[in-house]
């Protein structure tokens, strides 16, 4: 297996491989290939299976994989031999490996050749027209995107001792959802004018995804975080519901799956270190 630089990215050459090996997602890989930086392509055999790119941030490497098909045990090894390579000279602390496309079980035999830090559990609620009764309370509720300063500030309180290996800055972070031209949702939670809680999140044709939940620390075990949720929920009752959040958060977990969502499969994996290949 190798992982070859995809130097010309021009729109011939692109097409001409997409074509070839990804009909199926066509529009999709298009859009990926042409905006991530120093992708590379999985070639086994001559064959193009796949690309990925890597990003590091501070001491985080992180790394997408898409694939157009599943993979063998000793495919996904010689996978991580070549990542191993690709990797001698960076300095790193985590790896953060991505799931682009949900093929079944990659992430999972993935785990094999890494020391694991964390695992990044995807989410799904099917669509329901279940309406969820919302309680009156002292807090003042709106549906309205706060002030962004006070978003990121809350953000930034809610997850100050968030690990390094989170993808950007909550400052970046807000930003990219602010500037997003996707439909947007969001419930603010304030106290005596103080934003303490928020959820952010897309609406699309089928589904919705929920960007982020946040209570502020000082305000939490009060409910807001299970009322956030059922507003949110109750703003897209035909739709799918998706997520995304890491395993050793095991309150979020639990109120995910109390309010009818269950676990579809890995959708990242963090790692210390490639281990187990030669």
């Known amino acids: 297996m190798k992982l070859i630089p995809l130097i010309d990215r021009s729109t011939d050459k692109l097409e001409l491989l997409i074509t070839k090996n990804f009909g199926d997602d066509y529009g999709y890989v298009l859009g990926l290939l042409k905006k991530l930086p120093a992708v590379c392509c999985i070639s086994l055999d001559g064959q193009t299976i796949g690309f990925l790119n890597l990003k590091q941030t501070l001491k985080t490497v992180h790394i997408p994989i898409y694939l157009n098909r599943e993979m063998y045990d000793n495919e996904v090894s010689e996978l991580m031999q070549a990542i191993h390579v690709l990797l001698q000279g960076m300095e790193y602390q985590y790896l953060v490996f991505v799931q682009r496309k949900p093929i079944p079980e990659i ?159 890995i959708a990242s994996l963090v790692a210390r270190n490639i281990i187990n290949v030669k």
């Not at 329901?128 to 309180?157: C, G, M, R, V």
């Not at 620390?217 to 035909?238: D, E, T, V, Y």
């Open 107 to 265: 992430l999972s035999v993935l785990k094999k050749f890494v020391e694991v830090e964390n695992i990044g559990l995807h989410y799904c609620k099917e669509s329901s027209q279940t309406s969820y009764e919302i309680s009156p309370d002292t807090f003042t509720w709106t549906a309205n995107i706060p002030d962004p300063t006070a978003l990121k500030s809350l953000h930034l309180q809610c997850f100050a001792d968030e690990k390094e290996y989170v993808v950007g800055t909550w400052d970046s972070l807000i930003a990219q959802y602010l500037a997003s031209e996707k439909q947007k949702i969001c419930f603010a939670c304030f106290q005596d004018g103080l934003l303490v809680g928020s959820i952010l999140g897309y609406l699309g044709d089928t589904n919705a995804y929920i960007y982020s939940v946040c209570v502020l620390p000082a305000c939490s075990s009060r409910g807001i975080g299970s009322k956030l949720m059922r507003l949110f929920l109750n703003q897209c009752p035909s739709l799918q519901v998706e997520l995304h959040v890491y395993s050793e958060n095991k309150a979020a977990t639990a109120l995910y799956e109390k309010l009818g969502f269950w676990k579809t499969g």
